[in-house]
């Protein structure tokens, strides 16, 4: 591998206002709408209450830190967090990020989902020919937008839009005082005859949806790329990638530049700082944390207990029909078609996200051999190169989407538990002093790094033991 040329020096440029850094954070919490907040928290409230719903909130909490660590290196360098951890860690971590990024989302679990919420609205049967008509829209969509961070951005800011007040109308109507008094004592870990988890509860599915309470696995990796295209701080002088089809070409530079440690700069930098991190917790903490509690709050007003909730995504169609049978019919349908939609949106920010992780660690990889300025070309190879594997799990007939999701989600939880910790060392001593993590910051990250660490480790433990016995 060619080393990569050292930071090179550039003026800071001024802090914008807080409504005009609006936009990566969409990307990413539409990322894990689908995942997290509609399918696997919600499943684990119907099955076993609201006494877990802490859990959701930590693990939201930690992403947000994590997030922002991500988002302090790009800030500072205007270079993407893979080429900083490549400057700390070597040629090992691009490879590591290509495969631990293709690997777990090649399951197309997500789009399953959509797909079967989706048959049922319309009162037809599933099958996994909707899921391979879902993945070429998909392939459609990224292929007409003009810039591909814009199209992302645009799609997600629209179904967040629509679909959180549907969800918040819908909840308030539905939730019994009885609901809510569970949802508070679930904050603090009280459940229905447990604190803080239930016996039975399956450790895989809990790791899952800690992996999911927010974006999950090295998607949220894919904020410094983000943040970096809509040109947060140093990030102004990096490029965007544009759609290969519409013929329009943006200059990118795959090393960064960083500025000189002048109080003028620093007090700059520290305002960035300030704004992004209010950008960040507003669309991205506080929205998806929100939309994460009210969606498993339905689940436990609509479907708790019920029979048909114990597998499978069934239990967004049985909420679908108490909703129709407690409301008007219409409502019902039009909640079974938000929550596909709202599933559609994380499958194609997941394959955007994959394909920019990817195509950047690929040019990383030997930056003589494939060239910054055919990034773009990267972005459509990785994306259809996913796109043909979901296709073909389909056709080999693997269409359950719990499982699919489950199964993508442990092997995520697993690589955030490591770069988690990545991050935060290349923090520490990459960074000019004024600009590292704060003593609370390096907390809150290590706790994430112990918190998944633990978990991952104990679930291998227990799967293990179960296929040797």
């Known amino acids: 591998m060619n080393k990569l040329a050292p930071l090179g020096k550039a003026k800071l440029p001024k802090p914008w206002a807080l409504k005009n850094l609006i936009g990566p954070s969409f990307i990413i919490l539409g990322v894990g709408l689908g995942s997290g907040e509609l399918i696997l928290w919600p499943y684990l409230s119907s099955n076993f209450g609201l006494g877990i719903i802490w859990a959701a909130v930590l693990g939201i909490t930690f992403q947000f830190f994590i997030n922002m660590e991500i988002e302090r290196y790009t800030l500072a360098t205007g ?262 939609i709202m599933l559609f949106g994380t499958q194609f920010s997941v394959y955007g996200s994959n394909s920019r992780i990817s195509g950047e660690n690929l040019v990383i990889v030997n930056p003589e051999k494939f060239k910054i300025e055919k990034l773009p070309k990267y972005f459509y190879l990785f994306l259809w190169l996913q796109l043909a594997a979901g296709i073909t799990i389909f056709a080999l007939g693997f269409t359950e989407p719990l499982a699919l999701v489950v199964t993508g989600a442990v092997l995520n939880a697993i690589g955030m538990f490591i770069y988690t910790g990545m991050i935060l060392w290349l923090n520490l001593t990459l960074l000019e002093k004024p600009l590292r993590p704060s003593l609370i910051r390096i907390v809150a990250v290590g706790s994430a790094f112990l918190f998944y660490g633990g978990f991952s480790i104990f679930t291998i433990y227990l799967n293990l033991r179960k296929f040797l016995s």
Do not use: C
């Not at 759609?243 to 943006?250: L, S, T």
């Not at 300030?274 to 929205?287: D, G, P, Q, S």
């Open 79 to 340: 270079e993407s967090i893979f080429v900083g951890l490549t400057r700390k860690f070597g040629r090992f971590a691009p490879i590591w990020f290509i495969i631990t990024t293709l690997v777990p989302w090649m399951w197309p679990g997500i789009i399953a989902a959509s797909s079967k919420v989706l048959s049922s609205a319309f009162g037809i049967s599933y099958s996994g020919y909707i899921g391979i008509i879902l993945l070429f829209f998909i392939g459609i969509l990224y292929s007409l937008g003009q810039v591909v961070y814009k199209t992302q951005e645009s799609i997600q800011k629209a179904i967040i839009l629509i679909g959180v007040p549907f969800v918040f109308l819908v909840t308030l109507f539905l939730a019994r005082s009885g609901d809510w008094q569970a949802l508070a004592g679930g904050l603090v870990g009280k459940g229905a005859g447990f604190w803080f988890l239930p016996k039975g509860l399956p450790f895989a599915t809990f790791l899952a949806a800690l992996a999911y309470a927010g974006a999950g696995g090295n998607l949220n990796l894919a904020q410094s790329l983000y943040a970096k295209e809509k040109g947060y701080g140093m990030g102004k002088y990096s490029g965007r990638i544009t759609n290969i089809f519409a013929g329009k070409r943006e200059e990118i530079k795959l090393e960064g530049k960083t500025f000189d440690m002048t109080p003028e700069n620093i007090s700059s930098f520290k305002t960035w700082w300030k704004r992004i991190n209010i950008e960040h917790a507003l669309v991205f903490w506080l929205t998806g944390a929100f939309t994460m509690i009210l969606l498993s709050l339905l689940a436990y007003s609509t479907v708790y207990g019920n029979p048909g909730v114990e597998t499978s995504i069934n239990f967004v169609i049985h909420e679908g029909n108490v909703i129709a049978q407690k409301t008007f019919p219409f409502l019902g349908t039009f909640f079974l078609i938000m929550a596909a």
